[in-house]
Antibody, heavy 115, light 112 residues
């Protein structure tokens, strides 16, 4: 079955970076985009960006450009997300999401606390 | 950016009664291939979102048939024919027509 398993909770200081992994299984890794969506406590969903595993190309939301990096490892079917220059308002649960025509499978989420 | 506006933001519903959520887009969600990439997600408390409906009206694998989606262009609706206790949560519409992807604000469904 399709699974996206994310790395664990992170606590970071302002100004530092965080890296989250998303290990996928159960499907052809290069056939689906992987998006990252975040959700602050009690708030709605915010799209951060996406990576195309086939060629590693990325698209980011404008507000994150220059601060975010996404990469992939096709040998382990894993996608990586990195956010730099962390601020307190980056505190949120970050989800990796498989997507082709809609966000069909979600990781369990990774809580990132910036404090 | 496409703005998705959901109404209502809160929907108290009695068990067994129907519920309906509207999602209005600031621009047409019809893609160049003719398909309309509007999805509905359910987020139960403490859980990640879960896909219910994609491409406006297609039910995702394992989704009960009491959930249905409809709409065209800029106006979309999610209907729950008979609300059950497990349907409590927040429902989001989301588009996949262009970048950036955006989501509606969410509609909280609770039992009256």
């Amino acid at each position: 079955q399709v699974q996206l398993v994310q790395s664990g909770t992170e606590v970071k200081k302002p100004g530092t970076s965080v890296r989250i992994s998303c290990k996928t299984s159960g499907y052809n890794f290069i056939s689906y985009h992987v998006h990252w969506v975040r959700q602050a406590s009690g708030q709605g969903l915010e799209w951060v960006g996406k990576i195309t595993p086939q060629d590693g190309s990325t698209i980011f939301a404008q507000k994150f450009q220059g601060r975010v990096t996404m990469s992939r490892d096709t040998s382990t079917n894993t996608v990586y997300f990195e956010l730099n220059s962390l601020r307190s308002d980056d505190t949120a649960v970050y989800y990796c999401v498989r997507d082709r025509y809609g966000p069909d499978y979600w990781g369990q989420g990774t809580l990132v606390t910036v404090s | 950016d496409i703005v998705l506006t959901q109404t209502p933001l809160s929907s108290p519903v009695a068990l067994g009664q129907p519920a309906s959520i509207s999602c209005r887009s600031s621009q047409s969600l019809v893609y160049s291939d003719g398909n309309t990439y509007l999805s509905w997600l359910q987020q139960r408390p403490g859980q990640p979102p879960r896909l219910l409906i994609y491409e406006t009206s297609k039910r995702f694998s394992g989704v009960p048939d009491r959930f249905s989606g409809s709409g065209t262009g800029t106006d979309f609706t999610l209907r729950i024919s008979r609300v059950e206790g497990e349907d409590v949560g927040v429902y989001y519409c989301a588009h996949a027509t262009q970048f950036p992807r955006t989501f509606g604000q969410g509609t909280k469904v609770e039992i009256k």
